[in-house]
């Protein structure tokens, strides 16, 4: 044991001495490409790498360094990024602000104490609700996304007495145990069944099927706490809603006492060409949760911010009865996330994603009059979907561009939709080039199908 312990030590301070240094060299380069092959397959898990097909099976690239709108791997091969972490950089890659902003709370402490005031939590809360629409006034933050729907739900639960939740085929709420309830694809729920009980899904964008099953279920003498919506279907592949559906949701959920609880999670901080995606449906839901792009890109932070009635006695009485995460609103992320909300707002964000999104669009219309196989081009800012006739043809499509240096992925519930979801910062000539780029994949793909 003591042995093992002594070469866990030696391989630390190897492993060390890479993050440490300024320059890799050579040799460096090669042992960390080998390492990390060898370490997924034995260490994290034998599928991993094969999984991970549209990136992995030709050779592998590591992941090293990263900047505004793009990755680098160990070797300096640069690639473009279209996929944006799943969402996660609407203020691009290292933004310098943001870094700098963490890195003078890391001089002065990193995480906090648990018992004394922590002041950026209470500065991001009270910023939170100033950026988001309507009376939306308390807020948690936890770590991650699914853990932030766990506990939207709970309030629900909580706030109202009720017992249900109304959420859509389809949807993505993330996957621990209360969020892939609430989740709509049977590949990530089944082997976990049963889960928590009382969770109907209903299809989205109709807002009568939503009505219909709350009024059953009241009907039935069950009761209903909340509904949990995405305002655009992210990994659902990128489905927007009938205009009008998010407005029709929040009558009925009024009528019938239901609580709305919007996830934000990847829709919101610019994603969509406004600061939260419901800002341009002019609803305000009961419960906003927010996450991926919230930390700037560079700390993990989600959350929730509630209307003020939601903040019941037992939670005054206790407030750690919804959660009490040890590392949730720490004051790294937390300044990572002002930094991220002065970002937005100080540029404008929202506004040039909204544009660029609409440059993008067109462009990818064009491609798309000209390569039958790219069915389908949909989106709203810099959250766009392309559809291929089958799972295949959208893989090679994606193979095509990582061959050609540009990063993009599928969405995880619907195999036939790739995303374009680059940083928010990205340039019009970064876009004019990854247009060029998916012209010559697309002709090449549809010559091999
Ligand atoms: C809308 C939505 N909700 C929840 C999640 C889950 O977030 P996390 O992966 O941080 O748990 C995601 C992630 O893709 C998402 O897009």
């Known amino acids: 044991m003591a042995s093992e312990k002594q070469a866990a030590l030696q391989e630390a301070t190897r492993v060390l001495q890479y993050i440490l240094k300024d320059e890799l060299t050579e040799d460096d380069k090669n042992r960390i490409v080998k390492d990390s ?3 997924f397959n034995e260490h994290v898990n034998p599928g991993w790498l094969t999984y991970r097909k549209s990136v992995s099976t030709d050779e592998a690239f590591v992941e090293w360094e990263d900047s505004q709108e793009t990755f680098k791997d160990t070797h300096g091969k640069e690639f473009i990024d279209c996929l944006g972490g799943f969402g996660i950089y609407t203020a691009g890659h290292r933004n310098p602000e943001i870094v700098a902003a963490v ?3 890391l001089n002065r402490y990193a995480l906090h104490s648990q018992e004394l005031v922590d002041p950026l939590r209470g500065y991001l809360a009270k910023l939170v609700s100033m950026c988001t629409p309507g ?3 308390y807020a948690f933050f936890c770590n991650g996304g699914a853990e932030a729907n766990e506990m939207a739900l709970k309030l629900a639960r909580l706030a109202s007495g009720n017992h249900y939740f109304i959420s859509t085929v389809n949807g993505f709420h993330g996957k621990s145990l209360g969020a892939v309830s609430a989740t709509g694809k049977g590949t990530y729920r089944k082997p976990y069944l049963p889960i928590i009980q009382g969770v109907q899904h209903v299809e989205f964008g109709n807002a009568q099927a939503a009505e219909a099953a709350i009024k059953n279920l009241i009907a039935v003498g069950e009761t209903v706490a909340a509904m949990i919506v995405e305002p655009i279907q992210g990994e659902a592949g990128i489905v927007l809603p ?12 009024d009528r019938y006492g239901v609580l709305l609880i919007f996830d934000e999670i990847q829709t919101g901080m610019g994603r969509t060409g406004t600061l939260w995606a419901c800002e341009a449906y002019d609803v305000v839901p009961d419960i906003l949760v927010f996450g991926k792009a919230f930390g700037g890109g560079v700390m993990p932070i989600t959350g929730i911010i509630a209307r003020p009635h939601l903040w019941v006695d037992e939670l ?19 300044a990572a996330a002002i930094a991220a909300i002065k970002f937005m707002i100080e540029n404008d964000i929202p506004s040039q994603i909204a544009q660029k999104g609409e440059y993008f669009m067109d462009k990818l219309q064009g491609l798309q009059a000209r390569h039958p196989i790219l069915v389908d081009v949909r989106g709203k800012g ?3 979907g392309l559809e291929y006739p089958t799972p295949e043809i959208g893989w090679a499509v994606s193979k095509g561009l990582f061959k050609r240096g540009v990063m993009t992925g599928g969405t995880l519930n619907n195999a036939k939709v790739n995303r374009i979801e680059p940083p928010g910062i990205i340039s019009y000539e970064t876009i004019d080039v990854i247009i060029a780029r998916l012209d010559e994949t697309l002709t090449e793909v549809a010559r091999e199908f």
Not at 242 to 253: A, F, G, H, N
Request: overall charge negative; charged content about 20%.
């Open 135 to 137: 009376d939306l006034k």
């Open 103 to 105: 890195q003078a709370q």
């Open 316 to 334: 005054k009485d206790n407030p750690w009865i919804l959660g009490s995460p040890t590392f949730g609103g720490n004051p790294l992320a937390c």
């Open 242 to 253: 009938p205009q009008d559906y998010l407005k029709q949701l929040r009558e009925i959920c």
């Open 382 to 384: 810099l959250l766009i």
């Open 37 to 39: 092959i060898e370490n």
